[in-house]
């Protein structure tokens, strides 16, 4: 079956620290990838997204790359936040239609930022 | 703005009870979801319903069952609560008209936290 693993956390960082979460994959096929963020007290936003290899995603300073010769998704961001500070969540979704239409998540990753 | 809105936002109550959930959107999609988000383990698909006379089990589907009543509301409901319930239940939607390769992104509500004693 499908599946998304990434990196356990908690991750803390100082603000304009580097980013990286792991995330790797298993599906048949190329799925298509994605990052979600989850705000304190909020549901899910999608973050960016990428639907065939070597595709780049990116949105609000964070990228991914999806890397179908390591089946990876990592995320990226140069120089992170105080307000970046939230959980991101990894998923994929398998091409072929019909009932396969669903997100598979990793664990989610906690993030926090300090000042 | 709210979307894809959930009531209650948080409910307590004991074993035993009937609890429903509900769900409402305005974005116009045709796909709704219900999910459970448990620390640790990230969010697990509970039911999913691809248009009104179309609903499908998740991963963890049981004790809980759904109801859509119209294509903007989907309701889920736990018949008989137990404590391993406790959780924030995400509701999703999805519009199934962007096809042709392109993504079916997923939009979700605020979530509702459930707590069962």
């Known amino acids: 079956g499908n599946s998304v693993t990434q990196m356990e956390g908690p991750v803390t960082l100082s603000e304009e620290a580097f980013l990286t979460i792991n995330c790797t994959y298993t599906a048949t096929g190329y799925p298509s990838l994605f990052w979600y963020v989850q705000y304190p007290g909020e549901g899910l936003q999608l973050l960016l997204k990428a639907t065939k290899a070597d595709d780049k995603g990116s949105n609000k300073g964070f990228e991914a790359t999806y890397r179908k010769e390591t089946t990876s998704f990592h995320l990226e961001k140069g120089s992170v936040q105080v307000s970046d500070s939230a959980v991101y969540f990894c998923?994929?979704?398998?091409?072929?239609?019909?009932?396969?239409?669903?997100?598979?998540f990793g664990k989610g990753t906690l993030l926090t930022v300090n000042p | 703005d709210a979307d894809v809105t959930q009531t209650p936002r948080n409910r307590i109550t004991k074993t035993g009870k009937r609890i429903m959930l509900e769900c409402s959107q305005t974005?116009?999609?045709?796909?709704m979801y219900w999910y459970r988000q448990d620390p640790g383990l990230g969010l697990r698909l509970i039911y999913y319903s691809f248009d009104v006379k179309d609903i499908n089990k998740g991963e963890i589907s049981d004790g809980y069952s759904v109801s859509r009543q119209a294509q903007a509301k989907f309701s889920l409901s736990l018949e008989s609560a137990i404590p391993n319930q406790t959780a924030l239940y995400f509701c999703a939607t999805s519009d199934s008209a962007r096809t042709g390769g392109r993504i079916h992104e997923q939009f979700f509500g605020p979530g509702t936290r459930l707590t069962v004693l």
């Open positions: 974005k116009g999609h045709d796909r």
């Open positions: 998923a994929l979704m398998p091409r072929g239609g019909g009932s396969n239409y669903k997100l598979t």
